[in-house]
């Protein structure tokens, strides 16, 4: 189990995220942590070694990327896994056979696909709901209920949830509140200091912040969930190799910095999108136009790079995110490099098409990972693209 130093907790941001977690090397004094590529460790003698056993239990590179991801969102304990979903896999082994978990209905395509159709079938039950009302959240909870999932801002559709509020709710009925930090992460929102007990990432994007690598990552301030999840990144043991510890160590460290670029630059997209005879409807949490912008305001600050908006059919949609120059069609999100994407065929074509229509993820949707390239070339290429789409 990992703890961050005391230390680390009091310094602020920009520079918990260049050094939490991270002491010189001790044998050479290297100011970068070592990718210490082994599977595992001679003793001096029979229960005689440095802590460290076996590479599946602890790697020195994985414990320096885990006290420092603890750091940046204000946690004690930080784990690391081998993707976004390993560690939502984990979190759900939390839990056992009758368990219900509320879940927010607009989640990650893939949280939804592991939700219904892995633990469904080993006895957890899962309900969504449209977690923007904290009302909603309270009147669906159960006696089996054990969790509340969401992730705010939701994929694609921008949607909120009221963490303080659901937190409240969550400790009243004695419910785990787990949220989903991947699209604000920790330079923007918080969920720990708002009540959250587990917050979880895929350190996939923002955090690596360069499409280089997979992985993902729990942080949590409570022991007793803390001892679980060492446990289960050891017992079921996906976890990640130590060059992508080094490479999500070595993304962190410029985290605040491309924050504030992705952010500017989204607010600065919306902005225009929201203007432009093409677009119908734009899902920004930075434009007061969104109808929880007043929330937005109060629990993060700063909004990102992430923007979704409507053109109104699928081939508007298609000429849109074939057209652009700069923004690459591609999956994933959260790199230096703009990305555009078909929500309704890529990330999100594995929830059924009913559900997805409900909330309003139509085909004509386009989702945005805004880059952190220069705005006005960002602008131009999303201009070309979207008069090319004009003309069907
Ligand atoms: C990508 C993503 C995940 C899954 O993470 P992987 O690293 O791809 O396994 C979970 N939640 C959100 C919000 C994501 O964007």
Redesign the pocket.
Known sequence: MTRVFDTDLALRFATRAVHAGQLPDETSGAIMTPIYQTSTYVQEGLGRHKGFEYARTRNPTRDALERNLAALEGGLHGFAFA??????DAVLHLLSAGDHVLAGEN??G??HRIMTQVFQQLGLTFSFVDTRYPEKVAEAITPATKMIFV?TPS?PMMRLTDLAAVAEIARDRNVLLVV?N??ATPVFQRPLELGADVV?H????YLNGHSDM???AVITNRDDLAERFAFLQNAAGAVPGPFDCWLALRGTKTLALRMQQHDASGRCLAEWLKNHPVVKKVYYPGLPEHEQYELACRQMTGFGGMISFDVGSAERARRVVESTRIFALAE???GVESLIGHPASM?HASVPKELREAMGLTDGLVRLSVGIEDVDDLREDLDQALSQAAKI
Do not use: Q
């Not at 895929?202 to 994007?205: E, I, P």
């Open positions: 993707s976004g979903l390993a560690a939502t989640l990650y893939g949280t992730e994929n989903d991947t699209f979880l895929s350190t996939t994007k997979v992985g993902g994933s999100l959260g990330t």
